[in-house]
């Protein structure tokens, strides 16, 4: 992507004066840090800034300087709506008024699947985070950039590259943290600390729960764990909180794909996706109405959990005996 698409972002910045800042529904480290990173900056740029949070703070994101700031409700009349980190327009989470009166949608994100529904589009899916994206543009606009936006920065990099594990940790990514260390003195092992080990009491005893479900298919390629209404209504924690307990069905030794299959509500399956190798959970998700990244997807699916389970592990299964077909017909 050229940098016009920067210049265009910042043109737009520089030019209007009242923002609504949202990012997608349940958001992670990635949609709070780039929220925050952007609204406290424009903020210091002297502008009219309201950081809209409809689901309340995050807990596990509670740490991060400036989610005070945040609201529930939106009484700007902005001029302009940034969306961040949102693959669609519906993922967007922000209450109707702030359409109103027709502001101007910049869409900024890194998700390939998103085809640039704003009226203006800063979309880098080589970015492994759209608070890398934004750090980067406030840096070409030359706008302020201090310690909480530096941490807001981190916390989304460090989290959508599950702290410098996944295949999006490249050489610029790292480069990156380490200027946010070096220059605004960010503490690594404090923010690992924050998202890791400050869990709730009732978040842990629940992933025991949950991990007493895991189960293998046959062929040992997927592993799968399930979360229902009882055990929820037992340990009643937020969906943010369970961010990384998909991860554990995900790190089996030889699985290819992980599954975490949520009972958000009765008759409504949340589905988390994760994946080694080189399978495209994504491409999957998109089957249900989801979508994602390569390595992390999710989609949500109407109907009971059993049926669901069945539905899903069906057609999991059916695409591994495909790809298996698939790479003998390739021998021959
Ligand atoms: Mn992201």
């Known amino acids: 992507m050229s940098s016009s698409s920067f210049d265009k972002v910042i043109a737009v910045l520089k030019k209007y004066n009242r923002f609504t800042i949202g990012c997608h529904i349940h958001p992670d480290g990635d ?52 969306c961040l980190d949102c693959a669609e327009k519906s993922r967007l989470q922000l209450p109707s008024e702030v359409f109103s009166s027709e502001p101007l949608l910049v869409n900024i994100d890194h998700h390939i699947s998103n085809f640039g529904f704003g009226d203006v589009n800063l979309v ?42 996944y295949s999006n940790t490249t050489g610029k990514v790292l480069s990156l943290a380490s200027e946010l260390v070096n220059k605004f003195r960010i503490s690594p092992s404090e923010v690992a600390e924050w998202v890791y080990e400050e869990k709730s009491f009732s978040s842990v005893r629940l992933l025991g729960e949950v991990l007493s479900t895991l189960k293998i298919s046959e ?27 998909v991860n554990y069905a995900n790190s089996v030794q030889g699985v290819k794909v992980g599954l975490f299959f949520k009972e958000i509500k009765p008759g409504e399956v949340k589905i988390s996706w994760r994946s080694k190798a080189n399978i495209d959970v994504s ?24 049926d669901v389970i069945n539905e899903v592990l069906s057609f999991v299964q059916q695409y591994f005996n495909q790809s298996f077909k698939d790479s003998k017909d390739a021998q021959k």
């Open 31 to 82: 949609a709070i840090g780039s929220l925050l990173a952007m609204g406290l900056s424009l903020e210091m740029s002297g502008k009219l800034v309201e950081m809209v949070l409809p689901e309340g703070e995050p807990v596990t994101f509670g740490f991060l300087p400036g989610v005070e700031k945040t609201k529930r409700i939106s009484n700007l009349d902005p001029e302009v709506v940034i």
């Open 124 to 165: 880098l899916p080589d970015a492994a985070a759209t608070g890398q994206i934004v750090y980067e543009l406030l840096n070409l606009g030359e706008f302020p950039i201090d310690s909480r936006i530096a941490m807001s920065v981190y916390a989304a990099i460090s989290t959508d590259t599950g702290f410098f594990r």
């Open 219 to 245: 062929d040992n390629q997927f592993s799968w764990m399930i979360l229902d209404q009882q055990m929820l209504k037992k340990y009643p924690i937020e969906l943010d909180e369970m961010e990384n307990y």
């Open 283 to 306: 491409r999957l998700a998109v089957h249900f109405g989801g979508g994602g990244h390569a390595r992390a997807a999710g989609c949500l699916i109407k109907g009971s959990l059993p």
